[in-house]
């Protein structure tokens, strides 16, 4: 324990000297050459590509992804299926049109919706519809909370979600409507929508292209902990209110944004309040012992540069913008696809490994545990590979193991599964990679509505998912051919996105349209160049 105080401390009068006495000439030099390494603007340059401020706001902001995890899963544990008879006449039917009342099958559920409501017979598929019309909250709080972020910040829209997710959230643990139970889950899951896009937003605004990586993976653990923690806490409370409000009452923690989150300098910056930028750029480079001197001056010439070359609308940016010209247009057309893709067959095929028999929590933990793999390894791939070849390697990971259960015998369930498996790892490197090509990808001024966008047509993927799944009672080998040809034509799309890693975050719209032409046309030369040949 000495050892190891001797060591803190050590380290403390190491900082202390290094902040108290100024950059050597190597230190110096040895930034700018860093500077120029990775292309740095103005505003990365000055709070620095990762330091304690970074840190600090991650370990702040991550934790959100659990109830992200949380709400979108919790259906498999509120709405499960059950075992029922009918109670008001043993002799009939459960389903027949003489039974007006149920019993139901308590030994693995306490209390369910589907008990509670019963929603059994010609009501069982309000639970799938329940669970349809959540995710498309997910689809709206995306567009919605993108647009305000983009119009208001990060910080204000991320706060108002955050309290809308707690308050429908134990509203609907309490309440006893089934329909009003159905609306104040789609108001949570608007409001988580918008947690997930404007605090992703807000990591990639912040930290520099050397880490980017690592952050944007990092930023999906917690979502892979919340699905595996959902199982712990379904097997330990098994009465599905309770359930509700455990997984909702956490959301009060993050009200303490409001005071812990600050907001993008990029934001900032892009919206012209260059005073408010330069403050909270100040305040990151001094946690991150850099110096300050310079940031105002830098920052006011760096806006009058883009004053110069920016257009006069570049400041705010809307849905159409990602369309209204040919480069951006088809970048976005392409990125969408993919998050399709993610959308469809993450969820697909855990809903396809969650139909093996067996126990429920179970299944569930084991489905949840096998992202983790997948997720760890895509900080590796990403780092060595770039965005395009991860994500073109993981859709047709995905791709190839889900069309070979076609070509296996339905009574391999073993094999099955084992192949869904490898799916669903494919996708759980696709879904940190997609965030990330999307966040690089599209320029700052549509950033959030860009990612919203995207994120909405991934909830479209989402909502049909379980009807694909549930095709297998049409035909055994339907389901794995739809989640097997998916994800290959979304690998093909990518083959025409230009690679983002390395390069700085397109701030203008000019700046979106530009960025991959050149490599597109540099490819596009040396085609020709080769045909001569």
């Known amino acids: 324990m000495a050892d190891k105080t001797d060591a803190n401390q050590g380290i403390e009068l190491q900082h202390q000297s290094e902040r108290e006495a100024p950059p050597s000439t190597d230190k110096v030099t040895a930034k700018a050459e860093s500077?120029?390494?990775?292309?740095?603007?103005?505003?990365?340059?000055?709070?620095?590509?990762?330091g304690w401020w970074h840190i600090l706001v991650c370990a702040v902001v991550f934790p959100l992804k659990f109830p992200v995890a949380w709400h979108q899963m919790s259906i498999i544990f509120l709405g499960p299926s059950v075992n029922y008879t009918c109670?008001?006449?043993?002799?009939?039917?459960?389903?027949?049109?003489?039974?007006?009342?149920?019993?139901?099958?308590?030994?693995?559920?306490?209390?369910?919706?589907?008990?509670?409501?019963?929603?059994?017979?010609?009501?069982?598929?309000?639970?799938?519809?329940?669970?349809?019309?959540?995710?498309?909250?997910?689809?709206?709080?995306?567009?919605?909370?993108?647009?305000?972020?983009?119009?208001?910040?990060?910080?204000p829209p991320l706060v108002v979600a955050v309290i809308i997710q707690l308050v429908s959230g134990v509203g609907a643990a309490v309440i006893g409507s089934f329909w009003i139970f159905v609306v104040l889950r789609f108001l949570t899951a608007v409001a988580t929508g918008g947690t997930m896009v404007t605090s992703f937003v807000l990591v990639m605004e912040i930290i520099g292209p050397k880490w980017r990586e690592l952050f944007s993976v990092l930023y999906q653990i917690p979502f892979n902990l919340g699905h595996l923690t959902l199982a712990g806490f379904a097997y330990f409370l098994r009465e599905w209110r309770e359930l509700q409000f455990a997984l909702s009452i956490f959301s009060v923690l993050m009200l303490s944004y409001y005071w812990l989150v600050p907001e993008s300098p990029r934001y900032l910056f892009t919206s012209g309040n260059v005073d408010g930028a330069v403050t909270v750029l100040e305040q990151a480079a001094k946690r991150n012992n850099l110096q300050t001197d310079t940031i105002r001056n830098d920052i006011e010439q760096y806006a009058k540069e883009k004053s110069r070359t920016a257009s006069a609308n570049a400041s705010k940016g809307n849905v159409l913008d990602l369309f209204r010209t040919p480069n951006m247009r088809a970048k976005t057309l392409y990125m969408c696809f993919n998050w399709f893709v993610?959308?469809?067959?993450?969820?697909?095929?855990?809903?396809?490994?969650?139909?093996?028999?067996?126990?429920?929590?179970?299944?569930?933990?084991?489905?949840?545990?096998?992202?983790?793999?997948?997720?760890?390894?895509?900080?590796?791939?990403?780092?060595?590979?770039?965005?395009?070849?991860?994500?073109?390697?993981?859709?047709?990971?995905?791709?190839?193991s889900m069309l070979a259960i076609a070509f296996v015998p339905s009574s391999a369930s073993t094999l099955n599964v084992g192949l869904a498996s490898v799916g669903l790892v494919g996708m759980s490197i696709s879904f940190p990679t997609v965030y990330?090509?999307?966040?690089?990808?599209?320029?700052?001024?549509?950033?959030?509505?860009?990612?919203?966008?995207?994120?909405?047509?991934?909830?479209?993927?989402?909502?049909?998912?379980?009807?694909?799944?549930?095709?297998?009672?049409?035909?055994?080998?339907?389901?794995?051919?739809?989640?097997g040809l998916v994800p290959l034509v979304g690998a093909f799309c990518v083959f025409f996105l230009p690679e983002t890693q390395g390069h700085p975050l397109p701030e203008t719209l000019e700046d979106g349209e530009n960025f991959g032409k050149r490599q597109a046309a540099v490819t596009g030369a040396n085609g020709v160049e080769n045909g001569k040949h």
Request: hydrophobic share 45%; with cysteine.
């Open 35 to 50: 500077d120029r390494k990775w292309n740095l603007d103005p505003i990365q340059r000055a709070m620095g590509q990762l």
């Open 87 to 155: 109670a008001s006449d043993p002799s009939l039917d459960r389903c027949d049109s003489g039974c007006t009342s149920w019993s139901y099958d308590n030994s693995t559920f306490a209390t369910t919706i589907t008990s509670e409501w019963d929603l059994v017979c010609g009501n069982a598929n309000l639970v799938k519809l329940s669970q349809t019309i959540f995710m498309f909250g997910i689809l709206v709080g995306g567009v919605v909370f993108g647009s305000l972020a983009d119009k208001y910040g990060r910080r």
């Open 342 to 400: 993610c959308g469809l067959a993450f969820f697909g095929v855990a809903q396809y490994i969650g139909h093996a028999g067996g126990d429920i929590y179970t299944n569930v933990a084991i489905s949840a545990a096998l992202e983790l793999p997948g997720t760890l390894l895509c900080i590796y791939m990403m780092k060595a590979y770039g965005r395009k070849k991860t994500l073109i390697f993981s859709n047709t990971l995905t791709g190839i």
């Open 436 to 483: 990330l090509y999307a966040g690089e990808l599209f320029p700052t001024v549509v950033r959030n509505v860009g990612i919203g966008t995207a994120s909405m047509i991934a909830r479209f993927g989402s909502m049909i998912a379980p009807f694909v799944a549930g095709m297998g009672s049409i035909a055994y080998w339907l389901p794995p051919c739809i989640f």
